[in-house]
């Protein structure tokens, strides 16, 4: 049997929040080298404690503390050996082959995760996505997003126990990983959209306060938060709130030509060229510059497959016959002589 009791544990405890003696130090430096396999649990046992340190609860900590008392019960009435299943949480530590062992393990854990948690409050991250630029980067819960030029969102290093939230201004692409018992939620400017388990797209990029989802895959609940007003949506719906908090759904819609921006290609479906103009200014960093108001009442349809920016003011220029300059990152668009 590994050589764990509750005075080594409380040993290791004082050690990891860093409160420990001298003479506990010197105590605990005399376990390690007295087995090999008192070094490599202790090992193991920081690999487990600083991986995702504010991951779980006390609630689920205390579930999974129950569970492994219950299952040291069960294993002393039987003659059998019996296989432990820890909550999924916990990863099962091979090392361990005695059920007190992980008991004590869970003691540890949840002694120095309530530590952790008080003593290092979660950071919070912001991410700002450049004008001309994408970002794709994964939370610490395995969700991707992908984010738009000139976009931010705010989110923190390690979710709350309770929920996954992230705060969104502009616009991003969201596959998130299913957890029932933590909702992914994405705060913008006036709207609050909660899922469990989806993809989906928002939109909150325009100067006018609209926030715009559009769902791929699952359900997800989008609210205003200026008002009461809620919508539930499935694959290919679509809602848009505006700066009145006031939804406006929509049955069905093309999900490739909303999502298009994340694979680097720009799809126009009978769009106005103030539209076309207002998406291509973050995409390629670049402002641009109408003489004449009259052309951005032209619509466009096409689609492009990672464009240059001289290939699509080439295409725009010849299918729309208008002209247009290109003078360092300004562009201005003119009528054809």
Known sequence: MLGLNEHITSLIVAQLKGTASEKELSELEQWLASDTSNAELYTELKTIIYSKPI??????????????????AQKGKSTHPTRLKTKAAFPIIKLLGVAASILLILLIY??????????????IITKDCPRGKKLHFSFSDGTEV??????????PEYFASNNRSVNLEGEAFFNVVRNQQKPFIVNTSNSKIKVLGTSFNVNNRNLDNITETTVISGIVLVSSTLNNESVTLVKNQHVSVNSQGQLLKVDKIDPKSIIDWKDNNLFFDNVPLSEVFKEI??????????????LCQKRLRARFSNPSLTQLLGHISKVMDIDYRLEGKTVTILKTN
């Open 146 to 155: 992908w984010l738009n030029s000139g976009s931010r969102i705010t989110f």
């Open 110 to 123: 949840w002694g120095v995760q309530k530590y952790w948690t008080k003593e290092h409050p979660s950071v």
């Open 55 to 72: 991951q779980h609860s006390e609630e689920e900590t205390g579930k999974a503390f129950k569970n492994v008392k219950k299952q040291i």
């Open 281 to 294: 200014e973050p995409w390629f960093d670049i402002k641009i510059v109408v003489k004449d108001k009259s």
